[in-house]
């Protein structure tokens, strides 16, 4: 079973930036897609981004395009959010998801493995 270990996290003020890492425990080669997703205090986990593995290819939700940017290094199956011009909407629990297979979802029930989250807060 793949662990997922997100860090990163923290407090920032409105306009600025964090970037995020989330580690899996073990290598794999075969196809997979990894996600991120947040979740706020009294709401539904949203879909944030996705990446094929080996960066083959990339999504965001509307919310965060322009200003947040995946990314992976695949050796290191490590995957990155760079967020920038963050706003206090922004503020959530962000989770790393990964599933097997050569189809990326933007639905986290389709994704069977899960990191413990990572505070974010931004402050106006």
């Known amino acids: 079973q793949v662990q997922l270990q997100e860090s990163g996290g923290g407090s920032v003020q409105s306009g600025g930036s964090l970037k995020l890492s989330c580690a899996a425990s073990?290598?794999?080669?075969?196809?997979?897609?990894m996600a991120w997703f947040r979740q706020a205090p009294g709401k539904e986990r949203e879909w944030v981004a996705h990446?094929?593995?080996?960066?083959?290819?990339?999504r965001y939700a509307d919310s965060v395009k322009g200003r947040f940017t995946i990314s992976q290094d695949n050796a290191k199956m490590t995957m990155y959010l760079q967020m920038s011009s963050l706003k206090p909407e922004d503020s959530a629990v962000y989770y790393c998801?990964?599933?097997?297979?050569?189809?990326?979802?933007?639905?986290?029930?389709?994704?069977?493995?899960w990191g413990q989250g990572t505070q974010v807060t931004v402050s106006h």
């Open positions: 990446i094929y593995y080996g960066g083959k290819s990339t």
């Open positions: 073990e290598y794999t080669y075969s196809p997979y897609c």
């Open positions: 998801a990964l599933k097997f297979g050569s189809i990326c979802y933007s639905d986290p029930e389709r994704f069977p493995h």
